[in-house]
C-alpha cells in the first residue's frame, strides 16, 4: 500500500513539473525555474539580441556562442548570480527561448530580459482572447462594439 502511495505522489509530480507554469507574458510559461517561449526568428538573431540586451543592461558577458541551430548566453550580475539563456531552433525561422538566474530561477528578471529581447528583435506580442489564440486585426474590426 505504501508503495501505491509513493508511485502516485511521484506521478503527481512529475505531471506538475512537465507541464510548466503559466507566468504573466501571454506566450511564455515557467519550467522548473526556467522561464521558457517561442520566438520569430532565427537562432542566430535571437542569441545575438540576448547578448546585446545583457550588454545593454550592465551584464557580465561570461560566454555565448551561436549556430543556426541553437545559441547560448552566459552572464552574471553584479551581485555575482548567473544567468543562462539557450535558444535552440524551433520551425523555419523561429525560436525556443529559455531563460534562468541562479539556481532555482528568478521569474521577474527572466520576463525583463524575455522582453527587452523581444524588443531588440522588433517583435511585438499579439492580444490574446480567452481561448490562447491570437486576434487578427480582421478578427478585432469584426467583432461587435459592446453597448451599455
Known amino acids: 500500500m ?4 509513493c508511485y502516485a505522489m511521484c506521478l503527481s509530480a512529475a505531471t506538475l513539473v512537465m507541464t510548466g507554469c503559466s507566468t504573466s507574458h501571454p506566450t511564455a510559461t515557467n519550467r522548473m525555474g526556467a522561464l521558457v517561449a517561442h520566438l520569430d526568428a532565427p537562432p542566430l538573431k535571437v542569441t545575438e539580441a540576448a547578448v546585446d540586451v545583457c550588454e545593454d543592461m550592465e551584464l557580465t558577458l561570461i560566454d555565448s556562442a551561436s549556430t543556426q541551430i541553437d545559441g547560448k548566453v552566459h552572464a552574471r550580475t553584479a551581485q555575482g548570480s548567473r544567468i543562462y539563456i539557450t535558444v ?3 520551425g523555419v525561422d523561429a525560436s525556443k527561448i ?3 538566474k541562479g539556481t532555482f530561477g528568478d521569474e521577474n528578471i527572466s520576463l525583463t530580459l524575455l522582453e527587452r529581447i523581444e524588443n531588440e528583435l522588433g517583435l511585438e506580442r499579439k492580444p490574446m482572447n480567452d481561448d490562447d489564440h491570437a486576434v487578427t486585426d480582421e478578427a ?3 467583432a ?3 453597448s451599455k
Request: hydrophobic share 40%.
Open 2 to 5: 505504501k508503495r501505491m502511495i
Open 88 to 90: 535552440n531552433l524551433d
Open 98 to 100: 529559455s531563460i534562468r
Open 140 to 142: 478585432a474590426k469584426s
Open 144 to 146: 461587435p462594439a459592446d
